[in-house]
């Protein structure tokens, strides 16, 4: 089964295109990309289909920054329950403990919560500075175990290297969509869109046990939908021109009508 896909997709408007592209996207998941032998390039413009989301809704929120903030929020708490844990024992008035209690109180003093409220990127960096301080020496190690602080110590840990790499990534790709934007975005989703169906032509040949038909019929409804309004346009305005150029004819003609009546 041999096929060729119409492509001539260029007049459609940037939010017209990026549906499309999501519609072929989603379509081609529908069939599984990797049983039609497409998935590498499936891959490639599921990647770069943020990009084009990113164009028409430029303040759009990237999906890692409620995960960021969630782990804020989640460090916060372990922070203050530290404290929490650390006054507790001090209150208790554990003589063993006075010694580890001493040692920790400097670090353990520190109003995180304050911090988080005027600066969450200073509060990162107070919790990093903690976390290695606390960490430094044996001593400490010790004394943070003695008075029950190193669970939370640990979890607290865990949330902050959670939050340095969802926030690497979303500074990543945030650079990345920057630099793809200058490459025009368009031009090259395009290309991608382009080269899956041209593996799927290739397929339909190579690939003769699957049957491609379903697949092929659900593309050519979706181009020709487009293909559809992409006509209604250049109707629209070839009936607008057409219309802008009657009324000026016909402005010409009362004019002319008019000076030869009084000429005569």
């Known amino acids: ?51 084009l989301v990113s164009i028409n809704n430029p303040r759009i929120r990237h999906p890692l920054s409620g995960k960021i903030e969630d782990d804020r929020k ?28 001493l040692l920790l109180q400097n670090l353990v003093k520190i109003n995180f919560s304050k911090i988080y409220k005027s600066n969450v990127i200073e509060f ?20 943070s175990k003695a008075l029950g602080l190193d669970v939370y110590i640990t979890e607290l840990e865990v949330v902050k290297k ?57 593309i050519e409804v979706l181009y020709a939908q487009y293909r559809a309004k992409q006509s209604a346009k250049f109707t629209r305005k070839i009936n607008q021109a057409i219309k802008k150029e009657s009324a000026a004819l016909s402005t010409t003609t009362i004019a002319t009508e008019t000076l030869t009546k009084e000429q005569e």
């Open 74 to 101: 989640l460090a916060l708490s372990l922070a203050m329950a530290i404290n929490t844990q650390f006054n507790a024992a001090k209150q208790s008035k554990i003589s063993t403990l006075l010694d580890d209690l």
């Open 162 to 218: 959670r939050i340095d790499d969802n926030s690497n990534l979303r500074n990543n790709d945030m650079i990345s969509r920057r630099k793809i934007k200058s490459l025009n975005v368009r031009k090259i989703i395009e290309e991608s869109v382009n080269n899956l169906l041209s593996a799927i032509e290739l397929a339909t040949v190579t690939n003769t046990l699957y049957d491609y038909k379903p697949l092929v019929t659900e």
């Open 1 to 51: 089964m041999k096929i060729t896909f119409y492509r001539k997709i260029s007049s459609l408007k940037i939010k017209e295109f990026t549906l499309m592209v999501r519609k072929l996207l989603e379509l081609i998941e529908k069939f599984d990309p990797e049983v039609i032998g497409v998935k590498p390039f499936f891959e490639i413009l599921k990647m770069q289909q943020a990009h």
């Open 124 to 143: 990162e960096t107070e919790i990093s500075n903690f976390l290695i301080s606390i960490k430094s020496t044996e001593e400490l190690k010790n004394a």
